[in-house]
């Protein structure tokens, strides 16, 4: 599975952006598509994950309310919606994809990014103050 990210730019506080993950090979056995970031000096941070079976979504409490993440089968993407962009938000954007593990359970969403077996490359996104 390749994942290519896109989408990233320079947008001021307050504004929106929406990424977009396209996912390229055997996709229909991943179990959650998911967004992480990572801000200079900081580590990696789960953003948030949406399940190929229902489509429902899970987020960090960071982004709750602002970021929708969304799955379009026929083209085998995932996009994030980011609204009301802060300063904060600046980072390098990563799209992952899971093959699920055996201790899963209905309804998990995996936040954590060991869980995830493939990465996309990164799209940096920078908000301004």
């Known amino acids: 599975v390749q994942l290519q990210a896109s989408g990233g730019g320079l947008v001021q506080a307050g504004g929106s952006l929406r990424l977009s993950c396209a996912a390229f090979?055997?996709?229909?056995?991943?179990?959650?598509m998911g967004w992480f970031r990572q801000a200079p000096g900081k580590a990696r941070e789960f953003v948030a994950t949406i399940r190929t079976s229902d489509g429902k979504g899970f987020y960090a409490d960071s982004v709750k309310g602002r970021f929708t993440a969304s799955r379009d089968t026929a083209k085998n993407t995932v996009d994030l919606q980011m609204n009301n962009l802060s300063p904060d938000d600046t980072a390098v954007y990563y799209c992952?994809?899971?093959?699920?593990?055996?201790?899963?359970?209905?309804?998990?969403?995996?936040?954590?990014?060991?869980?995830?077996?493939?990465w996309g490359q990164g799209t940096l996104v920078t908000v301004s103050s």
């Open positions: 992952a994809a899971d093959r699920q593990d055996p201790y899963y359970v209905p309804g998990y969403y995996p936040q954590i990014a060991q869980e995830y077996d493939y």
């Open positions: 090979g055997r996709t229909s056995s991943m179990y959650a």
